[in-house]
Every structure is written in structure tokens, then in C-alpha cells.
């Protein structure tokens, strides 16, 4: 789908050209989207960002302030709460050993994944390299630094299973 600049310019959304949407999409104010693909009748929040090789599916809520970055997956029907916040390496540095400032290069990304129908609350942060079970709830505030069995619910500083779901 292609923007107009004048759509762009009075909607305060940065859509790039390598953006894959699908149909029905709503984004709103003050996103950035670049290199990801979103699917058909997912909403997406102000103040976004989901950066270069993010996939989010269909009928996906991904509410305000949220940060997406590279090496994520969003299955479909997933729910993302306000402010949620995606980490992606496991050892951040701004520097090498030599002072230099780090390149894409110079680190790997590390995958998480969030599976059909998982609701993620506001506030949460999940670490690098999780797996989000399907249909598991992460509840708000939450650091996620193991993976989250199917059909659970998580909640705590660190992330520790509540109960099952029935």
C-alpha cells in the first residue's frame, strides 16, 4: 500500500515503502514503520515503532507507545498492550573492545516469538529469545525473561506463572 506524502505529512505517520500491509490495516499518529509486514485488520497505535524484519498477523491490537524491534513474531489475534517493550540482544553494548561504536555487524539478533492469541499487558518487557505460548497471558509490568507456556498466565519482576488458564 502506498502513502501519499500529504497523508503522511498531516497524519504524522512514517510508513516506508518496504512496509508489507495487509488489507483493513489502521494505523494512527506518530507511528514508524519500516522493513516489517503487518497483517490484515490489525490496529496499530500511536507513538509505534516496529522496526526491519518484525512480522505482526492479522487481527492483531497493538497499542500506543509500544516498540517492536527486529527479530520479533506476532502470530494472529495477538494483543499488545500500551508501552510494551521488545528487547532483542542479549549482551547490549554501544561500543567494541577497541572504543569503536558497534555496527549491525558487530552483534546478533536474538528471536522472540509471541504466538495466536497471547495478550501481552501494558508496561511488560520481554527479553531476547522467548517464546510466548499461544493463548498466554503476560500480565502488566511484567519482565518476561523465560518462555511463557500456552494457556498460562504470567505476572512478576521476574515473570512467574500465576495459574493455567481452564
Known amino acids: 500500500m502506498n502513502f501519499t506524502e500529504e497523508y503522511l505529512r498531516t497524519n504524522f505517520i512514517r510508513i516506508s515503502e518496504d512496509v508489507k500491509l495487509g488489507d483493513n490495516v489502521r494505523i494512527f499518529g506518530f507511528a514508524n514503520l519500516y522493513g516489517c509486514d503487518v497483517g490484515d485488520d490489525t490496529k496499530i497505535g500511536a507513538f509505534v515503532e516496529v522496526q526491519k524484519g518484525v512480522k505482526i498477523g492479522k487481527r492483531c491490537k497493538i497499542s500506543s507507545h509500544t516498540f517492536i524491534c527486529e527479530g520479533v513474531t506476532i502470530e494472529d489475534e495477538v494483543f499488545i498492550g500500551h508501552n510494551v517493550t521488545f528487547i532483542n540482544d542479549l549482551y547490549p553494548r554501544a561500543t567494541n573492545g577497541d572504543g569503536s561504536l558497534q555496527t549491525e555487524l558487530d552483534w546478533k539478533?536474538?528471536?522472540?516469538?509471541?504466538?495466536?492469541?497471547?495478550?501481552?499487558?501494558?508496561?511488560?518487557?520481554?527479553?531476547?529469545?522467548?517464546?510466548?505460548?499461544?493463548?498466554?497471558?503476560?500480565?502488566?509490568?511484567?519482565?518476561?525473561t523465560k518462555h511463557v507456556s500456552p494457556h498460562t498466565i504470567v505476572a512478576g519482576v521476574p515473570a512467574k506463572m500465576i495459574r493455567k488458564l481452564t
Request: aromatic share 0%; no cysteine; glycine share 20%.
Open 109 to 144: 539478533v536474538t528471536p522472540t516469538l509471541i504466538k495466536k492469541g497471547a495478550s501481552v499487558g501494558s508496561s511488560a518487557t520481554i527479553l531476547a529469545g522467548v517464546t510466548i505460548g499461544e493463548g498466554a497471558i503476560v500480565g502488566a509490568g511484567a519482565v518476561v
